[in-house]
């Protein structure tokens, strides 16, 4: 601890530099900004991270985060519920919902297999989606996973875990992004978008 912050001050900035993106300078940063800022941003802050610690939980059905179990996807009546989207977290399903692109229901597996790491599928959210595609109303598994090593052991694994018959498993296109140049792209997005060529 340094010798001229106080204590309370020295564990703000601690507890700020282990936030992602943050470091111990931008957590020296951000703390004198809120001490700066008390009533219209500190206090308030500490507010929503109290209401939010007590209030907000996975949903038991996806795994989306809210303060409602089953969240305002599931219980969303307008959701097409033939097709389930798995993801690898919470940040992934809420970029598809951004981009408005997923207008039915989502799977959060909670991470990917990692045997280097130890993760393997008892420490994820597989066995679940396992017992939620053998309802017959699920028509379709869209497998929407990182295209990393890991992403695609996971996507494989996840594929035979759900396999029964009149299920479709699908996987998102791969390939050149809108607006991108190839000479840009690396040797595997190339690839990729060799492989999933459609006609013109």
Request: charged share 25%.
């Amino acid at each position: 601890m340094s010798a001229n912050i106080g204590p309370e001050l020295q564990r703000l900035i601690d507890l700020l530099a282990k936030l992602p993106g943050l470091g111990p300078r931008s957590a020296k940063r951000a703390a004198l900004h809120l001490l700066r800022k008390r009533e219209p941003l500190m206090r308030p802050l500490a507010f929503a991270l109290a209401d939010a610690a007590d209030r907000v939980k996975a949903c038991g059905v996806c795994g989306n985060w809210d303060s409602i179990d089953p969240c305002a996807i599931c219980a969303d009546p307008a959701r097409n519920r033939s097709v389930l989207c798995v993801v690898q977290d919470v940040g992934d399903l809420w970029a598809l919902e951004r981009a408005g692109a997923h207008r039915g229901l989502y799977h959060v597996l909670g991470g990917l297999l990692s045997p280097l790491d130890g993760v393997g599928p008892g420490d994820l959210r597989i066995g679940a989606l396992a017992a939620r595609a053998q309802s017959d109303a699920v028509k379709e598994i869209v497998i929407a996973l990182p295209s990393t090593v890991d992403g695609q052991t996971t996507a494989h694994y996840v594929a035979e875990q759900v396999k029964r018959d009149a299920l479709a498993v699908t996987r998102l296109s791969q390939g050149v992004p809108v607006g991108g140049e190839l000479d840009y792209l690396d040797e595997g997005t190339l690839a990729a978008a060799m492989k999933a060529r459609r006609p013109a």
